[in-house]
């Protein structure tokens, strides 16, 4: 449904329809009245996903030591930054195969996937018809100081040639997955870009009225890019934007550490806020149930992303849909030395994440040929191996109140209430009940655990539920990945 009429304004559905969106969630207000978030269809459908990955590949995986493109920042080393640009020129990763790519997703029981289609560096790995006009010079005679280039700094320039986001958003599709897109609005290549705090090639002279111009080039290559992005791949169901342009929020930040909430929220001054919007309004009118992460745009985002924190109650539910963003080793992109955590530490930190009310993202990065590391797609699968038995009390169900009892007993529910799930995560040996004070069974209804043709007694009365375990019950039987398990329990 078009939410605009034919001179741009929104329509009274439209209206309505934020309105209600505002009234349920807090973060959502402060927009202006001529916008709209996703909608109400969108936020469910976002509700319904639970599990995906987070998929950081860029230059930054040849060296094998980065994190992401931090490691450009990170360095003082100016022949260093020379050398990571020109891999631009040579990086040819012959094993990306984007079929492979998502079928491991679907084994591993995601439902999305959000990619990375340009990091800090600004180096797309997409085939996007923007060029940069102004480039730093690291090295030799001129170092320091900015050059003319006209260059698109793109995976499609080089020599592989191709566009790996339409490759893996076609093959993403054809899984069934949801289709995320990273977009970085800082841009370390890119000279015009040289305003952020972030910035190792910050000027504080650069403003919009000293250089004008560059101003302009800036904001219209910011703006095409996403254009871009929102036209060449079909419908985006996620929009993950990162970091901000110059500007703060002190007071939102403030609000969401008091909130226990650990998120990136930023705003624009030099005049960038107005111009931000605009593009916002844009993707709304191309893309107008994309989700979009609120970095750098608040409150004009419709979701936020706790990064390596997960938030500590059921709270968050309450500001605006949210997910956690957790790399699945010390970082999110790939490392030759990486430790990663065990698939029993994704499975327990999902359920925990699910019955809160959000989402969890995974982290991980192919090498630089484009192939997966094995370790990686180990835990993938495993994990998946896991949510084909209890993803039923994963996927597309809604936080019970209270979600939690102890620290080993998490709740989750369908959404039409007839079933709860009790997730125990501290299975210990030879426990032969199970007791829970916060749910009741159904009258006569059968107690169960996904997966196992049986059907547990049980007894209650005012005290709670109690749930015998027969002395051949394990867990871990057909899951080594964890020993974490679900009571199917009918409501009514």
């Given amino acids: ?19 209600a969106l505002q009234a349920t969630y807090k973060l959502y207000a402060g927009v202006d009245d001529e916008y709209c978030h996703a909608g109400a269809e969108a936020v469910e459908n976002w509700l319904d996903m639970k599990y995906g990955i987070r998929i950081h590949w860029g230059l930054y995986s ?16 100016p022949v260093m930054r020379e050398r990571y640009e020109s891999m631009s020129q040579w990086w040819n990763p012959t094993g990306f195969d984007a079929a492979e790519w998502t079928q491991l997703f679907a084994d591993g029981g995601m439902t999305f996937f959000t990619f ?6 600004g180096f797309s790995m997409f085939d996007t018809k923007t060029k940069v006009r102004k480039r730093r010079v690291h090295t030799g005679p001129e170092a320091g100081s900015i050059a003319d280039c006209d260059l698109h700094y793109s995976i499609a320039e080089g020599p592989f040639g191709r566009d790996v986001v339409g490759e893996l958003v076609a093959a993403g ?22 305003c952020d705090e972030w910035n190792y090639q910050r000027d504080e002279t650069y403003t919009r009225e000293s250089d004008p111009e560059g101003y302009a080039r800036l904001i219209q290559r910011h703006r095409e890019q996403l254009r ?5 791949y079909g419908k985006i169901d996620h929009l993950s934007l990162d970091m901000g342009l110059p500007g703060s929020t002190p007071e939102l930040m403030e609000q969401l550490k008091e909130l226990k909430i650990l998120t990136q929220c930023l705003g624009f001054d030099n005049g960038l806020r107005e111009e931000l919007i605009k593009t916002v309004k844009m993707i709304r009118r191309l893309q107008p149930n994309v989700m979009m992460r609120r970095r750098g745009i608040d409150p004009y985002g419709d979701y936020f992303t706790p990064e390596r924190a997960i938030p500590e109650d ?29 698939a029993s530490w994704i499975i327990e930190n999902l359920i925990d994440v699910v019955a809160k009310g959000g989402n969890m993202q995974i982290g991980y990065g192919p090498g630089p040929d484009g192939r997966w590391p094995t370790e990686t797609a180990r835990r993938i699968r495993a994990v998946g191996n896991w949510l084909k038995t209890y993803g039923e009390g994963i996927y597309a169900t809604r936080p019970y109140t ?12 369908t959404k039409d209430n007839r079933v709860v799930y009790a997730f125990v995560t501290d299975w210990i040996d030879g426990t032969r009940e199970v007791m829970l ?6 009258q006569g209804g059968p107690i169960t655990v996904p997966g196992l043709d049986h059907q547990f007694a049980y007894s209650q009365d005012a005290s709670g539920l109690r749930i015998q375990i027969p002395a051949w019950f394990d867990p871990a039987k057909d899951h080594p990945e964890s020993r974490a398990f679900a009571f199917r329990i009918p409501q009514v």
């Avoid at 040849?62 to 080393?77: T, V």
């Avoid at 990375?116 to 560096?121: A, G, R, V």
């Avoid at 004070?437 to 159904?442: D, E, I, P």
Wanted: charged content about 30%.
């Fill in 1 to 19: 449904m078009d939410k605009h009429n034919a001179d741009g304004s929104l329509t009274s559905e439209a209206k309505q329809a934020e309105a």
């Fill in 62 to 77: 040849l060296p094998g030591n980065f994190a992401e493109s931090w490691g450009l920042r990170d360095s003082k080393n």
């Fill in 116 to 121: 990375t289609t340009k990091h800090l560096d």
């Fill in 173 to 194: 599709r054809a899984q069934g997955l949801k289709v995320g897109l990273y977009f970085s609005h800082i841009d370390w290549f890119d000279a015009d870009f040289r």
């Fill in 228 to 232: 871009e992005i929102c036209t060449s």
């Fill in 314 to 342: 059921d709270q968050s539910q309450k500001l605006m849909p949210w997910k956690v963003i957790y790399p699945g080793g010390k970082h999110f992109s790939f490392q030759w030395d990486d430790n990663y955590k065990p």
């Fill in 402 to 413: 209270p979600y939690k009892e102890g620290d080993g007993i998490r709740f989750t529910r």
């Fill in 437 to 442: 004070t916060s749910v009741r069974a159904a």
